[in-house]
């Protein structure tokens, strides 16, 4: 059995909900919902009878708050609070860091990875390429670091991937979603880049505005892409690729296939030892996430990848 520790809660974020639920086979959903994460309740509810991964378990959580930590452990069937996240080196056998704020990251997943505990660290993994480098400088001793939206595992996305080659060649790439491009870009570049796989970005141009946020990334002889996040619209995250041949619209709604296919691969990785996703490709897609940042800031100069 793979005992899992979960780190959380960032604001509106309820991963480490919803993640310990998956894991563990159980949730509270009266619990779930007095938070305000009705949404949560509703795709568990719906998918009771998948809920749970053999051989792993989330056995202890952290918060700041221990009302928070106690909350979550009530609602997932987790058996250890822990006061100092640290506490958890010795008592497990890998860490979920259930966070998508990125600024925290490098602080929180240091004792583990100096500890050699494998890691899974929510998107993005990081904001800034001081910390990029940071992990990319443990990864590359090899340590353990697993991060990605979990977008690349959406079946909306694979049965899309299946089907590319009946779009012929691909000239237009275009996503949209709710939000921010700090926190959801991700999303949309993950999910761009698990059904084009072979794509590798030339530049960025961040050519919007904060709450309006538009990025063109050029490829090396692929498709123009287009990601559009805007905090006003309703919820969404839609792809469209746009073929010489067809065109095709991608409409991901199943967050919990998703959740569960990711927090799969986590565990078979944990497993194997070894991250099953290669720290480059997450590397690739961190670094458009931070040159459409400085892009931006640069009043939409564009930012070579080369």
Not at 255 to 270: A, K, P, T
Not at 281 to 301: C, F, H, P
Request: hydrophobic share 40%; with cysteine; glycine share 6%.
């Amino acid at each position: 059995m793979i005992r899992i520790g979960i780190i959380g809660l960032s604001e509106g974020n309820a991963h480490p909900y919803s993640w310990s639920s998956i894991i563990n086979g159980r949730f509270d959903g009266a619990e779930i919902n007095r938070l305000g994460y009705p949404a949560v309740t509703a795709y568990l509810e719906a998918n009771r009878d998948t809920l749970g991964i053999p051989d792993a378990a989330v056995t202890h959580v952290w918060c700041q708050k221990r009302i928070v930590s106690e909350s979550i452990a009530q609602s997932s069937g987790i058996t250890t609070v822990v006061e100092q996240l640290d506490e958890m080196v010795g008592q497990v056998d890998a860490v979920i860091l259930g966070r998508d704020d990125p600024e925290n990251h490098v602080a929180m997943a240091k004792p583990f990875i100096e500890a050699k505990i494998p890691i899974f660290i929510d998107k993005p993994l990081a904001y800034s390429r001081e910390d990029l480098e940071w992990f990319a400088g443990h990864a590359r001793k090899g340590r353990f670091i697993m991060s990605c939206s979990s977008m690349r595992y959406a079946n909306e996305c694979r049965v899309a991937k299946q089907e590319l080659a009946n779009l012929g060649n691909i000239e237009l790439v275009t996503a949209v979603g709710k939000k921010d491009w700090k926190k959801y870009g991700i999303h949309l570049l993950e999910a761009v880049f698990t059904v084009m796989e072979d794509l590798k970005p030339l530049s960025v141009q961040h050519i919007g505005a904060l709450d309006r946020e538009i990025v063109h990334v050029q490829t090396v002889r692929g498709p123009d892409v287009m990601l559009h996040l805007f905090n006003s619209i309703s919820g969404t995250f839609q792809l469209s690729f746009f073929g010489t041949n067809n065109w095709k619209l991608v409409d991901i709604r199943n967050s919990y296939s998703m959740f569960r296919d990711n927090l799969i691969e986590f565990v078979r990785s944990v497993q194997e030892g070894k991250a099953r996703l290669p720290f480059e490709d997450t590397y690739r897609l961190i670094n458009v996430i931070l040159a459409a940042n400085e892009s931006r800031l640069e009043n939409g100069k564009r930012i070579s990848l080369s």
